[in-house]
C-alpha cells in the first residue's frame, strides 16, 4: 500500500480496499484469548497518560480500547500490512489503542455500522469517576464512565477500601467512607454498570479493582461515597481568575503558571471544565462554556491546552491537560466562562437518599431554606416536580409524624424561607404560586416539606 493511497483512507475513515479479515465481537466488550490478556487492571491509568499521549512523543502503551463513540477497537494485526508500515510502535494481534503515526492522541480501527473499517480517536475518559445527588460534590452516588455511558455500581460487598480509590481517584489529599444510594424501582432510570467492586484501597483508580459485571437481577442500592480530606493532604491548586466579563461571575478564563497569567485555549473546552472552573472559584449556578474569545482576546502567554475535565474534579490541576505552554492556539481561541447565579425561587432536594427523594429546599437570596408544610397539596408537589424536570412524585410524611418518627433526613437548621404555598399546578415556579411573603412562617424544622419523586421526563446521562 502506498502512503499516498494510506493517508487518502485515513483522511476519508474507510479502509474498503484493504484486505481484513474481521473478528466480531457481539456483546458491548471484546474478548481476548489467554495468551492477549493484560494482567489486572485492563486500563492503565485512563487520564494522563492518554491524553497527553500526543505528537512524536507520545507513544501510548495503556489499554483502553474503546473509541470516543463508544466502539470497541479492532487488533491491528486485522489490517493487512498496518503493523509492518509502524514497527516498534507497540502494534500487535491486540486491540488497544496506540499512537503509531504521531496524531494528536491514541486511536484506534473499529467495524462501523454499515461493517466497514473506519478509524476513530479513544475515549480518555475510560474510567473516570463522578458523584451524583449528594449534600456536595464530595458526596454521593458512584458513577463510572465505560464505553461512552456513565453507569452506577451496585452496593453488594461496598466497603471503604473501596470508597478510598473513588476519593483518592477523584482528588489526592481525600480519603473515602462508604455509604449506599437507595434506588427506588419505581424512580428514574439508573444505568448500572458492575454489581460489585473489591478494590484493596491502595489502586490509583477504580478500573485497577476486581469487579463483576452488571447482569440484570435486584440491586435496592447503589455504592455511594463520602470524600473527607486526609489530615496534612494537599490538593493541587493552579490560581485562576476570570477577566473581561461584565459579572464577577464570567470572563475569560486565565491560570497562573511560573509567576505569569495567561489564558486557556478552547480545544476541547466544554460544560465540563467550567464545572470544576466555577466550583474552583466558590460559584454556584449554571455553568457555561464560551470559547473564540467570546470575552476578548488576552495577551501575553496561553498556557493551556485541550482541557479535558470530566466535571467532578476539584481544581483545574486535576484534569487531563496538554503540558504547559504546549499548545496550537492563536488568543482568538481564549476560553471563557460564565457561572451563571441561580434565581431566587429556584428549588433542590437535600437529603440522604439520593437526588430523586429528599428535603425540598428553596433559594432566595443567595441563601437555601426549606419549606412549611402547611397547606401542602399535590398541586404543590406537581410544580416541584416540573420545575426539577420529574413528571410525578409525592409529598413525603413530615419528620415530627408519627409515620416518619426520628426523621428521614439529618436535622436541618436556618431559614425557614416560605409558608403556606397555595398552587394551581401549572405554574412554572414554585415562587409563582400564592403564598406568604419570603421568611414569614409559623413553623419549625419538623414541618418541612420532603418529596420523592418518580419517572424521569428525559434520561440524561443514560
Not at 26 to 39: A, C, F, H, R
Not at 69 to 97: I, Q, T
Request: net charge negative; aromatic share 8%.
Amino acid at each position: 500500500m502506498s502512503r499516498l493511497l494510506f493517508d487518502n483512507i485515513m483522511d476519508s475513515a474507510l479502509l474498503s480496499v484493504v484486505t481484513l479479515v474481521v473478528v466480531f465481537a457481539s456483546s458491548s466488550s471484546y474478548s481476548l484469548s489467554s495468551s492477549d490478556v493484560v494482567p489486572s487492571p485492563s486500563f492503565i491509568l485512563p487520564f494522563t497518560d492518554c491524553i497527553q499521549s500526543r505528537g512524536r512523543d507520545g507513544f501510548y502503551q495503556g489499554a483502553v480500547d474503546v473509541t470516543e463513540s463508544g466502539a470497541v477497537c479492532m487488533r491491528w494485526s486485522e489490517v493487512a500490512g498496518f503493523e509492518e508500515r509502524y514497527p516498534g510502535k507497540g502494534l500487535g494481534d491486540h486491540n488497544r489503542c496506540r499512537n503509531p503515526d504521531n496524531r494528536i492522541r491514541p486511536w484506534c480501527f473499529f467495524r462501523n455500522s454499515r461493517g466497514r473499517t473506519d478509524w476513530g480517536y479513544c475515549d480518555c475518559k475510560q474510567g473516570s469517576v463522578r458523584l451524583q445527588g449528594g449534600r456536595s460534590k464530595l458526596d454521593g452516588r458512584v458513577e463510572v464512565y465505560l464505553q461512552g455511558v456513565w453507569g452506577s455500581v451496585c452496593s453488594d460487598d461496598w466497603g471503604d477500601q473501596d470508597a478510598n480509590v473513588v476519593c483518592r481517584q477523584l482528588g489526592q489529599g481525600f480519603s473515602g467512607r462508604a455509604r449506599s444510594s437507595a434506588l427506588s424501582p419505581r424512580g428514574g432510570v439508573v444505568r448500572m454498570h458492575w454489581g460489585a467492586v473489591h478494590c484493596q484501597g491502595e489502586e490509583p483508580d477504580i478500573l485497577q479493582c476486581p469487579s463483576v459485571p452488571w447482569n440484570g437481577g435486584e440491586c435496592p442500592h447503589a455504592a455511594a461515597v463520602t470524600c473527607s480530606p486526609l489530615e496534612g493532604g494537599v490538593v493541587a491548586v493552579v490560581p485562576v481568575r476570570l477577566v473581561g466579563g461584565v459579572a464577577a461571575w464570567e470572563g475569560r478564563v486565565e491560570v497562573f503558571h511560573g509567576g505569569v497569567w495567561g489564558s486557556v485555549c478552547d480545544d476541547q473546552w466544554d460544560e465540563s471544565d467550567v464545572e470544576v472552573v466555577c466550583r474552583q472559584l466558590g460559584l454556584g449556578g449554571v455553568a457555561r462554556a464560551w470559547g473564540q474569545a467570546y470575552f476578548g482576546a488576552g495577551s501575553g502567554r496561553v498556557w493551556l491546552d485541550e482541557v479535558r475535565c470530566t466535571g467532578n474534579e476539584l481544581t483545574l490541576e486535576q484534569c487531563p491537560k496538554a503540558a504547559w505552554g504546549e499548545h496550537n492556539c492563536l488568543h482568538s481561541e481564549d476560553a471563557g466562562v460564565s457561572c451563571t447565579p441561580l434565581p431566587d425561587g429556584s428549588v433542590r432536594l437535600s437529603g440522604v437518599s439520593g437526588s430523586s427523594e429528599g428535603r425540598l429546599e428553596v433559594l432566595y437570596r443567595e441563601q437555601w431554606g426549606t419549606v412549611c408544610d402547611d397547606g401542602w397539596t399535590d398541586s404543590n408537589t406537581k410544580v416541584v416536580c416540573g420545575q426539577l424536570g420529574y413528571r410525578s412524585g409525592e409529598s413525603l410524611p413530615p419528620e415530627g409524624s408519627e409515620v416518619a418518627s426520628g426523621g428521614q433526613f439529618p436535622a436541618r437548621s436556618g431559614p425557614i424561607l416560605l409558608d403556606d404555598v397555595s398552587c394551581t399546578g401549572k405554574e412554572p415556579s414554585l415562587s409563582l404560586c400564592s403564598r406568604r411573603a419570603w421568611l414569614r412562617h409559623d413553623c419549625s424544622h419538623k414541618e418541612d416539606v420532603n418529596i420523592r419523586f418518580y419517572t424521569f421526563i428525559a434520561l440524561h446521562n443514560i
